[in-house]
């Protein structure tokens, strides 16, 4: 992954001009980061061919499914009924992707993340979202 997203960045950077250490240019950075990224993937690859690895365990796909689902309901509720029922559906649907279900921790995230989501977008930041829509 990281000698993927590297040369990416390298085919995507490569007409910037990177100049010199001294005198940088728009292209110098981010040649520098992916230059970094391929080194780095080339060292985990070394290093997990030589250590060896644990077998890979198999795609669980009710979280990534129901995590998906999640998402996507956020995505379609947040416009329609604002930021608070949008929180609500994804908390709800993402927690049954768990082992487990205890649904006061459960109620407990979505007053905690509801009260920061709202504090942080429609207060701190003054974002013009709806939090529940037609109310506020």
Same mark, same amino acid.
């Given at each position: 992954?990281?000698?993927?997203?590297?040369l990416i960045a390298?085919?995507?950077?490569?007409?910037l001009a990177i100049g010199t250490p001294?005198?940088?240019g728009p292209g110098y950075v981010p040649r520098m980061l992916s230059l970094i990224l391929i080194g780095l993937g080339? @060292?985990?690859c070394i290093v997990a061919?030589?250590?060896?690895?644990?077998?890979v365990e198999r795609l669980k796909w009710k979280p990534? +499914? *129901?995590v998906t689902i999640g998402i996507i309901c956020f995505g379609l509720l947040f416009e329609r009924a604002g930021l608070i029922p949008a929180l609500v559906v994804l908390i709800m649907i993402s927690s @049954?992707?768990?082992e487990e279900f205890k649904f006061m921790e459960v109620i407990g995230n979505i007053v905690?993340?509801?009260?920061?989501? +709202? *504090?942080?977008f429609k207060v701190g930041l003054g974002m013009n979202i709806n939090v529940l829509h037609g109310v506020w």
């Open positions: 992954m990281f000698i993927g997203f590297g390298l085919y995507f950077g490569q007409k001294v005198r940088m080339i @060292l985990v061919i030589v250590s060896g690895s644990e077998p990534i +499914t *129901l @049954l992707a768990g905690v993340l509801s009260v920061l989501c +709202t *504090l942080v």
